[in-house]
């Protein structure tokens, strides 16, 4: 895995799990990323969003992510799931690094 253009994080630059928001929900917009946050862009304007501070991102129908979005949020620890309307159905998921308990080690 090559990390040309960016610099991944250390665990000491996380957010601790307890000041984390537990789940954010996105629907109809556009998710990329901008240095350290996800931005959700919609006919509103555009919302930044610190990645290390979302547990769970859900998003919703009429959503596009970009590789960058996704690349960060697993570097951050973040699960990233795709939901139906309202987050009634579930469809897949990315697997967050909380899967092991290396960083708590650390």
């Known amino acids: 895995m090559s990390t040309i253009g960016r610099r991944t994080s ?3 630059e996380l957010v601790r799990i307890s000041d984390r ?3 954010l929900y996105l629907d109809r917009c556009v998710v990329n990323r901008d240095s350290n946050a996800i ?3 919609d006919e509103r304007g ?3 969003i610190p990645a290390a501070s979302v547990g769970v991102l859900l998003l919703g129908p ?3 992510i970009t590789h960058q979005a996704i690349s960060l949020m697993s570097d951050s620890g973040s699960t990233v ?3 139906g309307e309202r987050g ?4 897949a998921h990315g697997v967050a690094l909380s899967r092991s308990s ?3 080690d650390a």
């Open 10 to 12: 250390e665990s000491k």
């Open 21 to 23: 928001i537990a789940f």
């Open 39 to 41: 931005t959700a862009i």
């Open 46 to 48: 555009t919302t930044h």
């Open 62 to 64: 009429g959503t596009t």
């Open 81 to 83: 799931v795709w939901v």
């Open 88 to 91: 009634v159905r579930y469809y």
């Open 102 to 104: 290396r960083l708590l």
